[in-house]
């Protein structure tokens, strides 16, 4: 079956893109730019590939997925790195690895059509630029760490809502992994050491030379007219974990007025979060002990639950508020309502399965505020594919 898609529109679309293109090589790109033009050459695919050929691209994803999961089990791309531009061949690869040759010939051809590295001679393998970040936190615990989570759960989704009525899950202690491996996703990640410390790797890794919230926010929004006394509290990271955010608060505004406070479990903050910075054991279940502070901040915190047990993160938040004062700061995904980008999609139905959670529009975090009893005062974007930052004040 051919494609349907209008010549006139093809050309169109491939003009678009060379002029998004142009200003990707330009002096000033931006993150926006480099956004759009992913999205246009997605489009350009969309419009060339037939419907059938769409369909068995997405059919064939999962042993894709399998496969790269095995040559990351292997250390296939760290041996490719080592190797330099002479690469390495299938004979030396199993040889290196303990695999079969025909078994590592199966899985490169995957590795190559993906383009993950090159092969340009049979049975020769030679890293690219991609090749170098399969290496790194991103993708080396990445890979293993989110299949190894997901999967069990993913490939049980749809038995979970035949079962329950095709509902959304709405309960963090009845999530489809719940119901799928018996565990949620925080159990299982404490039950595995190493997975954790690899899911924690991957997640600082994903914001590794991204900007920091207040780089997007405008920070003078807080420090103007905060309180400079010996009580004042400028900063709450609620549900901190070790405090990397606040650390790189504190390094880059070592000047504000107030106490930072880092927030969480207590053994989590059992250990010193650095210099300038005080730890406090805290569930955000709970009622929120410090009161009055300039700013509420929570990072990546409401995607993991359900809306109303933001709700009750939200309120327990707010009774602590000074009215005329006090802002809550959130840095998360605000998906558009329309066009939503697939990897925030794709995030979305992840969020659901392992917890219950929800990645959340800018309709549905509006929604949200204002049932707690919160006004949003504003939402700042720097990067489409990464989160935003919502202010929020108590209304009325």
């Known amino acids: 079956m051919a494609s349907t898609f209008e010549p006139s529109n093809l050309l169109s679309l491939v003009e678009d893109i060379k002029q ?50 095995t040559v990351m089990d292997l250390g296939i791309f760290p041996l490719l790195m080592e190797s330099g531009k002479c690469g390495l061949s299938a004979v030396e690869l199993a040889s290196k690895t303990g695999a079969e040759r025909g078994l590592i010939v199966r899985l490169m051809r995957v590795m190559t059509a ?115 006394h010996s009580e004042a509290v400028f900063l709450v990271d609620v549900g901190g974990n070790q405090g990397h955010d606040l ?50 901040y929570f990072r990546a915190i409401f995607h993991d639950w359900p809306d109303h047990i933001c709700r009750k993160i939200l309120v327990n938040t707010v009774s602590a508020m000074d009215p005329e004062y006090s802002r809550i700061i959130i840095s998360d995904f605000v998906l558009p309502d329309t066009h939503v980008p697939l990897l925030q999609a794709s995030l979305d139905i992840q969020m659901m399965s392992i917890g219950s959670g929800v990645e959340r529009s800018e309709r549905q975090w509006r929604e949200m505020l204002d049932e707690a009893g919160l006004e949003v005062r504003g939402i700042w974007s720097g990067n489409p594919g990464m989160e935003s930052v919502v202010e929020a004040v108590r209304r009325g």
Not at 40 to 65: F, K, M, S
Not at 186 to 197: D, I, M, S, T
Request: charged fraction near 20%; include cysteine; glycine fraction near 6%.
């Open 114 to 228: 993906l383009g993950l590295c090159a092969s340009n001679e049979s049975e020769i393998y030679v890293a690219n630029e991609k090749t170098l970040i399969l290496t790194q936190p991103i993708g080396r615990d990445g890979i293993p760490c989110i299949y190894d989570l997901t999967l069990p759960t993913l490939a049980k989704l749809p038995d979970y809502f035949r079962e329950h009525h095709y509902l959304a899950p709405k309960e963090y202690s009845k999530s489809p992994m719940q119901w799928a491996v018996g565990q949620s996703q925080f159990e299982w990640l404490a039950q595995h050491k190493h997975r954790q410390a690899l899911f924690n790797s991957y997640m600082s890794s994903r914001r590794h030379g991204k900007p920091s919230w207040f780089d997007i926010y405008p920070i003078e929004r807080l420090t103007t007219d905060a309180r400079d």
């Open 247 to 296: 650390v790189k608060f504190h390094d880059k505004h070592p000047d504000v007025p107030g106490q930072l406070i880092l927030q969480d479990l207590p053994k989590v903050v059992a250990r010193s979060p650095g210099e300038g910075i005080q730890g406090m054991g805290y569930s955000f279940l709970d009622p929120q002990p410090v009161k009055g502070a300039r700013t509420y």
């Open 20 to 69: 998004a293109a142009l200003q990707e090589q330009g002096p000033n790109p931006s993150a926006q730019s480099h956004f759009r033009l992913l999205g246009l050459i997605d489009e350009l695919r969309l419009a060339v590939e037939t419907p059938t050929e769409t369909v068995l691209r997405l059919i064939y994803q999962p042993p894709q997925n399998a496969a790269l999961r």
